[in-house]
């Protein structure tokens, strides 16, 4: 599976500023995940668009899905020093349930 | 939602030794479940797919007579690095898929273990 690729690679702002982490992959799918890992812990499930969307909202999350372009990006509104974590992005493919996913977005809120 | 567990959650071993790596679904029945490795600052990558009744499916690269693969039950799925070395110390994370909204892929959502640090020396 090819892996998909994100932007940027590392991310550094401020407390209260919004984060934008891009996502782009190669094939066809049928959903795309958001995750956080926190250093060294396991992942967390963030939200989950589908394939017909195009938008999606969680809390201080905005997820938006372009497939004709094959990209996606997370938002995160008016940030906090407890965002900060690795997000990866991660998608199925047509009929399948195993996940490929980015190389992922390091993010770190300074207070 | 659902709930994995894994087991160890870190193991230090002799280079040589053989490590076993447990991965529970402990509030539903995981048919499949999928085993990622991840390197220190990398993102995470599929390793095999665990299936109960058969055989695990391998990615390629992965040698599937050093990473065996064991889906006893409908809940849970083993991984056992065989003869380990300091290559392989790395992050084990399994994944299931929850299929209580039926099996249909665009409402699929995985849930993951915690992970197992495995550090050989």
């Known amino acids: 599976s090819q892996q998909g690729e994100e932007d940027p690679q590392a991310l550094s702002i401020q407390e209260g500023e919004n984060a934008t982490m891009n996502c782009s992959y190669k094939?066809?799918?049928?959903?795309l995940q958001w995750y956080r890992q926190n250093s060294g812990r396991g992942l967390v499930h963030l939200i989950l668009?589908?394939?017909?969307?195009r938008e999606k909202h969680s809390g201080r999350l905005r997820v938006t899905l372009d497939t004709s372009k094959k990209s996606s990006s997370l938002l995160i509104t008016a940030s906090r020093a407890a965002d900060t974590a690795s997000y990866f992005c991660?998608?199925?493919?047509?009929?399948?349930?195993?996940?490929?996913f980015g190389k992922g977005t390091k993010l770190s809120v300074i207070p | 939602g659902a709930v994995v567990s894994q087991h160890p959650s870190w193991v230090i071993c002799k280079s040589g030794t053989s490590v076993k790596i447990e991965c529970r679904s402990l509030?539903?029945?995981?048919?499949?479940m999928f085993w990622y490795r991840q390197f220190p600052k990398q993102s995470l990558m599929l390793m095999a797919t665990?299936?109960?009744?058969?055989?695990?499916?391998?990615e390629q690269g992965v040698e599937k007579d050093k990473f065996l693969i064991n889906h006893a039950s409908l809940t849970l799925s083993t991984l056992t690095v065989t003869s380990a070395h300091p290559e392989d110390s790395s992050f084990y994370i399994c994944?299931?898929?929850?299929f209580g909204q039926g099996a249909v892929f665009s409402y699929n959502e995985q849930f993951f273990g915690p992970g197992t640090r495995l550090t050989v020396l």
């Open positions: 994944s299931a898929p929850n």
């Open positions: 094939t066809s799918i049928n959903n």
């Open positions: 668009i589908r394939s017909n969307e």
């Open positions: 991660a998608y199925s493919g047509a009929g399948s349930y195993q996940l490929t």
């Open positions: 665990s299936n109960e009744g058969s055989k695990a499916t391998y």
């Open positions: 509030d539903f029945q995981a048919t499949t």
